[in-house]
């Protein structure tokens, strides 16, 4: 029997950070989609294989991108590679404690993670668990973006979860009209809404998390979870609707994952069994262990050394 199969559709980025040195920066990888997976892996049942669809470049710098995923047990066989074009690239920049980013990804591979659709329509048809993000739709053009959800909707199911993380960046999008279009659409085909009150306020004007749930439950959404920081977060669906208090964290160092641990929390316990209601005060707990580490991707033996 194969195994299980927990597939991310979206762009892992080439990140420079501040290191011990003034003069130099820390390169590393990470990206909303990927850094769920990362998490989900050091988390997930041993059983389900995890799959990141992107593209990548012929360069170098794609092929050490491709290296660093397969070293953390993350499969990116049968993915684009496109002549051309090479990893995106953000910055970050500390001033007085404050991060500030800057990104280079015009001409990032990743935008074209739909040019061999043959290839992603094999993979879909073989997930159990279908992740993607509003980054994943803002980076893509508007046919390669109605295509790749006409995919998922062909192959959503009852035996398949589609999840979907609102994750509302404005500066992606050419214009906030394209973004709400694009948004209902993903709505319209995710079992599983994973958002942000205050993205969601930004984005489409809700006065509160109930009014967001109606929304993507108005769009075909079976069930929304709204998240809100250190409040609590609040769970949808078509029956019920609960709130679940987040695990306490009074000196965080790097909010910067937050969201996406919590989101691979939620994709371990459902693998594992449990029911989404059951499976969120777990999502909260690698949520609040993530915060307190630097950096997007915190190493797989202090997660575990933490549990």
């Not at 991108?65 to 684009?80: G, K, L, S, V």
């Not at 040019?115 to 094999?122: E, F, M, V």
């Not at 995710?190 to 993507?216: C, H, I, M, N, Q």
């Not at 019920?240 to 910067?256: I, N, Y």
Request: with cysteine; glycine share 8%.
């Amino acid at each position: 029997m194969a195994m299980p199969l927990c597939l991310g559709i979206g762009e892992l980025m080439v990140e420079l950070a501040p290191s011990d040195s003034p003069d130099h920066l820390r390169r590393g990888f990470a990206g909303d989609v990927f850094n769920t997976l990362y998490y989900a892996r050091i988390l997930m049942p041993a059983d389900w294989q995890i799959g990141f669809h992107t593209a990548f470049g012929t360069d170098t710098l794609s092929d050490n991108m491709m290296a660093f995923i397969t070293q953390h047990n993350i499969d990116c066989t049968n993915t684009p590679r496109i002549e051309g074009r090479s990893p995106g690239l953000y910055m970050i920049t500390l001033q007085d404690g404050e991060r500030s980013f800057s990104y280079w990804r015009n001409m990032s591979a990743a935008r074209l993670l739909m040019r061999s659709p043959d290839l992603l329509a094999a993979k879909l048809a073989d997930a159990r668990f279908i992740y993607l993000s509003g980054i994943t739709l803002a980076i893509l053009s508007p046919a390669d973006r109605q295509l790749l959800l006409e995919m998922i909707a062909h192959v959503r199911s009852a035996d398949r979860t589609v999840f979907f993380d609102s994750n509302i960046r404005e500066k992606l999008w050419p214009d906030g009209e394209e973004m709400r279009v694009a948004i209902k659409a993903a709505g319209a085909v995710t079992d599983v809404v994973l958002s942000s009150l205050d993205d969601e306020k930004r984005g489409f004007g809700d006065a509160d998390a109930p009014a967001v749930a109606d929304r993507y439950l108005g769009w075909g959404a079976q069930a929304v979870l709204i998240k809100d920081g250190a409040a609590p977060s609040l769970l949808v669906n078509v029956n019920d609707a609960v709130w679940f208090p987040p695990d306490m964290v009074h000196l965080p160092v790097d909010s910067t994952a937050a969201g996406d641990a919590f989101n691979a929390g939620l994709l371990a316990g459902m693998a594992a069994g449990k029911t989404i209601r059951e499976a969120i005060p777990g999502a909260h707990a690698l949520a609040a262990q993530v915060v307190l580490h630097p950096g997007a991707l915190v190493p797989a033996d202090i997660i575990l050394a933490d549990r």
